[in-house]
């Protein structure tokens, strides 16, 4: 571990870290590397930087590039600083029937904000998401672990003024 991943990587971070790895045998460091980024993450307020996952890669003595990947791929991982609700609006064939177009348009007007921005005060960031797999309740927006489903513009108002 270099001093750099130190400062970068919290203490929390490294005992989280730490702990998580004796599941994997010596040798699959690179197992670890979800949980990792969903620990660094989470300590960095809710976002990546390309110095955050150096050091996660440095850690778990994997290549970077590595890292890059899965954190590139995977839509749970945020590259740019986002606001505290992130709001997933399903657009798929599904919810597109029911009309997640006007869910997303009144969303955005409520708001304030395009898809893939963050509002003024860093409470929402509004995007757009393949597959929610909550078919039969569409149209779904997703905000951390709980699903608005059936949405109306009276429930995403209701939805807004939950999450504040």
């Known amino acids: ?90 657009t798929n064939i599904s919810c597109m029937l029911c009309d997640s177009e006007k869910v997303l348009e009144h969303l955005k007007i409520r708001l304030g904000i395009e898809l893939n921005e963050t509002t003024a005060d860093g409470k929402f960031t509004l995007r757009e998401t393949e597959c929610l797999a909550a078919c039969v309740n569409a149209p779904v927006a997703q905000v951390g672990k709980k699903y608005y489903e059936n949405l109306t513009p009276e429930k995403i108002d209701a939805m807004l003024n939950e999450l504040g």
């Open 1 to 90: 571990m270099t001093e750099a991943t130190g400062i970068l990587l919290s203490e929390k971070v490294r005992e989280q870290l730490d702990r998580w790895m004796v599941r994997y045998p010596v040798g699959q460091e690179r197992s670890a590397v979800m949980q990792a980024l969903h620990y660094a993450q989470e300590d960095n307020g809710g976002h990546l930087t390309e110095d955050i996952m150096d050091a996660v890669a440095d850690y778990l003595r994997i290549p970077r590039i590595s890292v890059y990947e899965v954190a590139s791929f995977y839509s749970m991982y945020n590259l740019v600083p986002v606001g505290k609700c992130i709001i997933n609006v399903c």
